[in-house]
């Protein structure tokens, strides 16, 4: 059995003062906020795990493909100090810094399938 990634991303993101919280079994919302997180209480994301590589999305929502060499720690911090309030797209600063590639809708829902959830 394959250990939980997002245990770990948890862990280390506790290590520099950020919270990861579980949301749906392929989410984990990052944020500094102590307690629920919501996107109008502070700086917020959400990032996602599948086959090997981590994803980046944003309230709007907007999600990111991250290359699999790239310190996701790093990043989290990264975009959690560029605001307090939730981020609706990455800064092409950061994308550029991190290589992000934009994904569409229609990938992500492949990815992480939605429909039926809430049923």
Known sequence: MQPDPYIALTEALGAVGLAGQRSRAD????????????????NSFWLSYNQG????STW??????????KDIVALCSACMAIGSSAMYRVPPDIVA????QEIDDRQYERLFPTEGEGD
């Open 60 to 69: 709007l929502p907007v999600c990111y493909r991250i290359p699999a060499n």
């Open 27 to 42: 989410q984990l919302i990052v944020s500094a906020q102590p307690g629920p997180v919501w996107p109008n209480r502070g």
């Open 53 to 56: 590589l981590w994803y980046l």
């Open 97 to 100: 810094r991190f290589q992000l």
